[in-house]
C-alpha cells in the first residue's frame, strides 16, 4: 500500500494472515508443496509484487518495467499454467485461483491479461487445439516464451449484444486465413501478445450474414515478427474512472491477419468457454479486493488510537469490521466452490449435477461479488477515516478499481438474463440441480467454520446453503425486475 502521516498498516504474507484461505485448503488440499508454494508467494507478493504493482503507470501503449516485470513474475509462478499442468488432479483449479487471489491486489491489475490469457487457452483447449503452438505459450512457465492474450469482443454497437453489434468484417484469403477489418472499442491489456476476437464472413460478393448465426470466432497475433502491428491501429487510449495501471484502447483493426478458430457462425456460443474463465476470475479479483481492504483495516485498528484506545477496542469499529469479515467469507467459499466444480470438470470428475450447478453458479458468483467488492471495499476506505480518502495511501484506488468488476466481463443484468438462459437450456436442470445441493448440505450438517485465527469474532458459522440461497434468490429477483 502507498503512505500514511499515521503509523501505517502494513502488508503482510496475505498467505499466513489468510485463515480462511488456509483452513479451506488444510481441509480440501492438505498438500505440503501446496502450503509451501503459497507461503513463498505470499512472502513474495508483501515484499516485491505489492511495490511493483503500485509502480505500474501507461502512457500511451509503453508501458512501465513493473508491468513488464508481472508478466516474467507471472510465467514463473505459473499463474495460468497451473490450470492446465492439473498436477494436483481435480483441485488444480483451487490451486491456481488460490495463487491468483494472494496476487490480485497486488498486481497492478496483471489479473486481467491472465484472466483472458487463461480465457483463450480454455478455449483454443476445448475447440480440440487448433492453434496448438498459441495453446503452448499461453500456458508456458518460461517468460520467454509466455504469451498473454486479449479479448476483443466489444464494439461501439454493442458490448453486451455481441451477437447483433459486431461489425467487424472477416475476409477469406488464398491461404485460408482472414483479414479483418473493423473497430475494437474496447481492448484491455492492449499491449498483449494474442487475442481472440469476433468477427462476421463475408462470402464472395461481400455480404454477411446478420445476427449470432452471422459471428465466428479468430485467433490472431497483434504484433508482426519486425515488432509492428498486424494490421492494427491504436486509435486512442480511454481515459478510465479506475483500471488505469493497465492500458485499454480502442483498435482500429485494418486488415488484421487472424484464423478462424471456431466452426463458422458459432462464434458467440465458442467463445462462452472464455467467458465462463473470464467471469471466474473477476470473481478472484473481487474477493481478493474484500480480503485485502478487511485485512488493512483490521492492521490499522491495532494501530489507530482514538478517543483514548485502539480501534480494536471499540465494540462499534469490531461489528463493522466483522461485518465485512463475514461478507467475504461467504464471498470467498463461494468461489472456492465454483472453483472445485471447474476442476472437477476439466478432469472428468463432475457428475452432471456439478456440470449444471458450475453452468447456474458462474454468473451468479460474478453478479454478486462484482456488487459486494464495491461495497466492501468502500466500507473498507471508511475505517481508515479521512485517510482512506486520500491518494498517498493508495487506497482510493481499490475503489474505483473494484466499480469496473460489475461492468466487464457482462454486467449484472447482463448475467442475471445469463443466469435465466442455463435455467431455460438446461430445461431447468441447474436448479434442481441447486436445491439438491443445498438439500445434500443441510443434510449432512456441513460445518464450514473455519478456524485458526484464534479469535471467534472472525468466524463464519454454516454460510454455504444460506449464501447459496441469498445469491440465487437476489438474482432471481432482479431477473424478474428486468
Ligand atoms: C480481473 C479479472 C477479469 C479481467 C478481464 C477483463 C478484461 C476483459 C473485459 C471484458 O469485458 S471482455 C468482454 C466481455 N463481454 C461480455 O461479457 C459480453 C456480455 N454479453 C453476454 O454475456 C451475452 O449473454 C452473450 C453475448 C454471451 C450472448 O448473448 P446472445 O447473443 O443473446 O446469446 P444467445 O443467442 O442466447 O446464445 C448464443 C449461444 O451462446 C448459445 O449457444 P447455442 O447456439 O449452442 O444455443 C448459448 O447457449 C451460448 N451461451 C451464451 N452465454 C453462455 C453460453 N454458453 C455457455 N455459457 C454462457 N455463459
Ligand atoms: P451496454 O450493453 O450498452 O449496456 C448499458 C446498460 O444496459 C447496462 O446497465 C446493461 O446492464 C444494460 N443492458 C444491456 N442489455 C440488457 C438487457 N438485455 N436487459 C436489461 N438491461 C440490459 N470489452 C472487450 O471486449 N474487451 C476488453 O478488453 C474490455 N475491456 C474493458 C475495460 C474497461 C475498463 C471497461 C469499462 C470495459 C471493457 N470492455 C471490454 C467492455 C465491456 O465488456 C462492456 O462495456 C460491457 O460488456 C457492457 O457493454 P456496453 O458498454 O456495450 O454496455
Known amino acids: 500500500i502507498g503512505s500514511f502521516f499515521q503509523e501505517q498498516p502494513l502488508l503482510k504474507n496475505p498467505f499466513t494472515q489468510d485463515a480462511l484461505l488456509r483452513a479451506y485448503l488444510r481441509r480440501h488440499l492438505p498438500v505440503q508443496d501446496v502450503e509451501s508454494d503459497l507461503r513463498l508467494f505470499g512472502e513474495r507478493v508483501a515484499d516485491e509484487i505489492d511495490d511493483l504493482g503500485r509502480q505500474c503507470e501507461v502512457d500511451r501503449i509503453i508501458t512501465c518495467p513493473a508491468w513488464t516485470l508481472m508478466k516474467e513474475i507471472s510465467a514463473q509462478e505459473g499463474l495460468v499454467a497451473a490450470g492446465y499442468e492439473r498436477r494436483y488432479g481435480e483441485w488444480s483449479r483451487v490451486y491456481q485461483m488460490s495463487k491468483l487471489y494472494l496476487y490480485a491486489p497486488s ?7 491472465l484472466a483472458m490469457t487463461d480465457g483463450a487457452a480454455k478455449v483454443i483447449e476445448s475447440l480440440g487445439m487448433p492453434a496448438r503452438e498459441a495453446f503452448e505459450r499461453l500456458t508456458s512457465r518460461d517468460e520467454k516464451q509466455f504469451w498473454t492474450s486479449g479479448q476483443w469482443m466489444t464494439e461501439r454497437r454493442g458490448g453486451s449484444d455481441v451477437a447483433n453489434g459486431t461489425e467487424t468484417v472477416a475476409r477469406r484469403q488464398e491461404d485460408g486465413h482472414f483479414r479483418l477489418h ?35 470466432l479468430f485467433c490472431a497475433e497483434v504484433w508482426g515478427s519486425d515488432g509492428r ?94 461485518r465485512l469479515e463475514v461478507e467475504t467469507r461467504g464471498a470467498f467459499l463461494m468461489l472456492m466452490e465454483v472453483c472445485r466444480l471447474l476442476g472437477r470438470e476439466e478432469t472428468g470428475g463432475a457428475s452432471e449435477r456439478e456440470s449444471h450447478l458450475l453452468r447456474l453458479l458462474t454468473p451468479v458468483v460474478k453478479l454478486y461479488t462484482g456488487k459486494q467488492a464495491v461495497a466492501v471495499v468502500s466500507e473498507g476506505l471508511e475505517c481508515f477515516g479521512g485517510q482512506g480518502y486520500i491518494e498517498d495511501t493508495g487506497l482510493p484506488g481499490m475503489l474505483r478499481d473494484a466499480q469496473v468488476l460489475s461492468i466487464w466481463e457482462g454486467t449484472t443484468n447482463v448475467l442475471s438474463l445469463d443466469v435465466l438462459r442455463s435455467v431455460s437450456k ?17 443434510y449432512q450438517k456441513e460445518d464450514i467454520t473455519a478456524r485458526g ?3 471467534g469474532l472472525w468466524e463464519g458459522r454454516g454460510l454455504s446453503s444460506r449464501v447459496y440461497s441469498a445469491l440465487l434468490r437476489w438474482s432471481s429477483v432482479r431477473c424478474v425486475i428486468t
Open 426 to 442: 438446461s430445461g431447468g436442470r441447474v436448479l434442481q440441480a441447486f436445491f439438491l445441493d443445498v438439500e445434500v448440505r443441510s
Open 453 to 455: 485465527s484464534g479469535q
Open 229 to 322: 502491428t498486424n494490421g492494427i491501429q491504436i486509435q486512442r487510449l480511454k481515459d478510465k474512472l479506475g483500471t488505469r495501471q493497465m492500458p485499454t484502447a480502442e483498435l482500429l483493426l485494418d486488415g488484421m491477419q487472424a484464423q478462424l478458430l471456431s466452426a463458422e457462425g458459432r462464434g458467440v456460443a465458442s467463445i462462452a468457454n472464455m467467458l465462463t474463465l473470464t467471469r471466474i476470475h473477476n470473481t478472484v479479483s473481487a474477493v481478493a479486493a474484500m480480503r485485502r481492504i478487511v485485512q488493512l483495516s483490521r492492521e490499522y485498528s491495532n494501530k489507530r488510537s482514538v478517543f483514548g484506545k485502539l480501534l480494536k477496542d471499540h465494540p462499534l469499529h469490531v461489528q463493522t469490521l466483522t
Open 107 to 113: 498486481a497492478g491489475l496483471y489479473s486481467c491479461p
Open 182 to 216: 473493423g473497430f475494437k472499442w474496447f481492448t484491455s491489456a492492449t499491449d498483449a501478445d494474442f487475442t481472440l476476437t469476433l468477427a462476421r464472413i463475408a462470402d464472395s460478393r461481400g455480404h454477411t450474414t446478420p445476427g449470432s448465426r452471422g459471428v465466428s
